[in-house]
């Protein structure tokens, strides 16, 4: 193995700085880096899996994990024998950290979307996150800072740009005058007339300015796909995640934004099985996923995390947790199916990424002709559903 490889688990937010981490560490000869995930216990099971794969892939490269679990379980990561080394999470795009020169290309060669992260860290205290342990108090890139990220991915050949953060809707908050982000997202459009597409990773309905609301409503170049960390759809549990919007918020921010443009494809995250959740509560987590019409749902079955306030609630049984969460994505799995039955016959303009499929400006895939460059946009009438695609 001559070039580094850069394993990325979890959020886009460590897709972003993987991608940075390649580029600055490309002169670097058997390494493997693994960046990795805690948000769940899951999560930290497949980041020990990952090791230990690397290890078994590439038994005499240097092996160094950094990411959220070298910060939250480092004492478990570090002793694990595969692993030569830990970076701190917050010390992973310093070249000092690495010991390589600090003049390494900001960016490594972008050809579809690049994912640029604009904000890290978080400063809410939801009962049952261990994320602000693993990235800290939140901060903000400045406005100058993010254009001149997307200005480099732009050159290199991005169509589209997907911001993100640990708590995106809090970006600028630490800044002088304290922007929102609608004012970022106004910023980019305005530097760069010629983006194509500017998509939002997962944001928080309750911090959705008036201004990224008109944007996300009229404007041709944000795509229409809005993913809420909604979390869950009963408001006693939405209480007890210490949340900061009700169910009623919820509705009424997606009844609002279709009401404008109706095209708009919403995802939402849910946690299935937390502490005190009855059947009544589950049952308003399965309507929600009707009521806001979600059609990219990401479903997590609770799992307590250590020194967190969820793991000290009354726990309910694995069993119950993981036939609660089986019910959510199979509701779910409904609702998508009969979103993407709906876009066949519907002409999408999609954007072609590497393996013969791409995504149209709600985030459906598709499956796309031979021969179409990633990179490309190209007009796409599906005529079918395949196997979850558009074809």
């Not at 978080?122 to 261990?130: G, P, R």
């Not at 990773?201 to 609301?213: A, Q, R």
């Not at 589950?282 to 793991?311: C, K, M, Y």
Request: include cysteine.
């Amino acid at each position: 193995m001559n070039a580094p490889q850069i394993i990325s688990l979890g959020c886009r937010m460590n897709i972003a700085e993987s991608e940075r981490m390649r580029a600055m560490l490309a002169g670097e000869s058997d390494l493997v880096v693994v960046n990795s995930c805690a948000v769940t216990a899951e999560a930290l099971r497949q980041t020990r899996q990952a090791i230990r794969r690397a290890r078994r892939d590439h038994p005499t490269a240097r092996l160094v994990v950094t990411g959220c679990a070298a910060e939250i379980d480092r004492a478990e990561i570090g002793a694990m024998s595969e692993v030569d080394g830990l970076i701190a999470n917050a010390a992973k795009l310093d070249p000092r950290a690495w010991n390589v020169p600090g003049d390494a290309p900001p960016l490594a060669p972008t050809r579809t979307r690049a994912f640029v992260a604009v904000q890290n860290g978080c400063d809410h205290t939801c009962t049952f996150c261990v994320i602000p342990q693993g990235r800290g108090a939140s901060r903000s890139l400045t406005v100058a800072e993010v254009l001149r990220d997307i200005e480099a991915h732009c050159a290199e050949g991005a169509r589209e740009v997907v911001l993100t953060g640990v708590d995106l809707t809090s970006w600028g908050h630490d800044l002088p005058g304290a922007p929102r982000l609608g004012a970022l997202v106004e910023a980019i459009l305005a530097a760069c007339p010629d983006l194509p597409r500017l998509r939002l990773s997962s944001v928080d309905g309750i911090e959705i300015d008036p201004l990224l609301f008109d944007l996300l409503a009229n404007e041709a170049r944000v795509m229409p796909h809005l993913h809420l960390s909604l979390q869950h759809g009963a408001d006693l549990i939405l209480k007890r995640m210490k949340r900061r919007h009700s169910h009623a918020d919820a509705v009424e921010l997606v009844a609002r934004l279709k009401a404008l443009r109706p095209d708009i494809a919403v995802g939402a995250d849910l946690i299935a099985g937390f502490p005190t959740e009855d059947e009544a509560h589950h049952q308003a987590n399965l309507s929600i996923i009707d009521e806001l019409d979600i059609v990219h749902a990401h479903i997590f079955p609770f799992s307590p995390r250590p020194g967190t306030p969820a793991a000290r609630m009354p726990q309910l049984s694995r069993d119950v947790v993981k036939a609660r969460a089986a019910s959510l994505r199979a509701r779910a799995a409904q609702r998508r199916a009969v979103w993407l039955a709906g876009l066949v016959g519907e002409t999408l303009p999609v954007l072609a990424e590497r393996g013969g499929t791409g995504y149209a400006p709600n985030y459906a895939p598709v499956a796309l002709p031979h021969g179409i460059a990633p990179g490309t946009i190209v007009d796409v009438t599906p005529s079918a559903v395949r196997e979850g695609l558009l074809a």
